[in-house]
């Protein structure tokens, strides 16, 4: 999930050249389209199958043994993946996000980090494993 920073959205708001919507930048579009679906589906509730869709993405991401209490648990602290998941989305990203910052209080890296992506799951893992969860088998 990408966060950016104020200065971001102020450079985006400065662009002047690029495609406008309602006399912003489309970025700004974009945020609003992405929280009127998160408002529409404010209270959904994922279904058992988008559950064990969920379970089957964090296991294969961070090679944790994960149950679906876990999961629940995890999409109650991060609604925001959630309700992508429950509103048919595949919540890939929004769920990587917030595996990473329960765990390390990160976000999850992308390309552009350039990060040694074996070291940062076996830290995820260790910080896991001390909280109470399991390598997968």
């Known amino acids: 999930m990408n966060i950016f920073n104020p200065k971001t959205?102020?450079?985006?708001a400065a662009k002047k050249d690029d495609e406008l919507v309602d006399g912003l930048h489309y970025w700004f579009a974009i945020q609003r389209d992405s929280n009127a679906l998160?408002?529409?589906?404010?209270?959904?509730q994922p279904s058992e199958r988008q559950l064990e869709d969920a379970l089957?993405?964090?296991?294969?991401?961070?090679?944790?043994?994960?149950t679906t209490a876990q999961v629940t648990m995890l999409i109650s602290l991060y609604p925001r993946?959630?309700?992508?998941?429950?509103?048919?989305?595949?919540?890939?990203e929004q769920?990587?996000?917030?595996?990473?910052?329960f765990f390390l209080n990160t976000s999850w890296p992308t390309y552009g980090d350039k990060m040694d992506m074996s070291a940062f799951v076996e830290l995820l893992q260790r910080q896991?494993?001390?909280?109470?969860?399991r390598k997968a088998a």
């Not at 089957?56 to 994960?66: I, Q, R, S, V």
């Not at 993946?81 to 890939?92: Q, V, Y």
């Not at 896991?128 to 969860?133: I, R, S, T, V």
């Open 128 to 133: 896991a494993m001390l909280m109470g969860f």
């Open 81 to 92: 993946a959630r309700i992508t998941l429950a509103a048919g989305g595949t919540a890939h």
């Open 9 to 12: 959205a102020l450079d985006f």
């Open 38 to 44: 998160l408002i529409e589906h404010i209270n959904a």
């Open 56 to 66: 089957a993405y964090l296991e294969e991401t961070t090679d944790l043994a994960w």
């Open 95 to 101: 769920l990587a996000f917030a595996v990473a910052h």
